[in-house]
């Protein structure tokens, strides 16, 4: 059974940086798109960033373009999210999760099929 780990999420300062990490176990890294979202107090979850099996592909939410990057380590079966000049806007419980399609990069969020228990992010301002 594929399970998906986060970590990396904690307090931090508007305009700061911090890289989330998102480990599988239960199935090769490599069979997936990777996904993060995200879901703020109050709000629905949203899409924030994807890429493909290989790396050679990404999207990205029009939100976090420019300031967010998406990549992984197949050999090391981790996903990351390298989160640059964060603002308070960024506060949420950050997903990843694992697209039933290797080339698939959403952002519906229902082709991915597992998901990750979250880790929090929490930007003051």
């Known amino acids: 059974q594929v399970q998906l780990v986060e970590s990396g999420g904690r307090l931090v300062q508007a305009g700061g940086n911090l890289t989330l990490s998102c480990t599988i176990s239960?199935?090769?890294?490599?069979?997936?798109?990777m996904g993060w979202f995200r879901q703020a107090p109050g709000q629905e979850r949203e899409f924030v960033a994807s890429?493909?099996?290989?790396?050679?592909?990404?999207k990205e939410a029009d939100s976090v373009k420019g300031r967010f990057i998406i990549s992984r380590d197949n050999a090391k079966n981790t996903v990351y999210l390298q989160m640059n000049n964060l603002r308070p806007g960024d506060t949420a419980v950050y997903y990843c999760a694992a697209h039933r399609h290797p080339y698939g990069l959403g952002p519906s969020q229902g082709d991915f099929d597992y998901w990750g228990q979250g880790t929090e992010v929490t930007v003051s301002s």
């Open positions: 890429i493909i099996w290989s790396g050679t592909r990404r």
């Open positions: 239960g199935g090769t890294l490599s069979s997936y798109a």
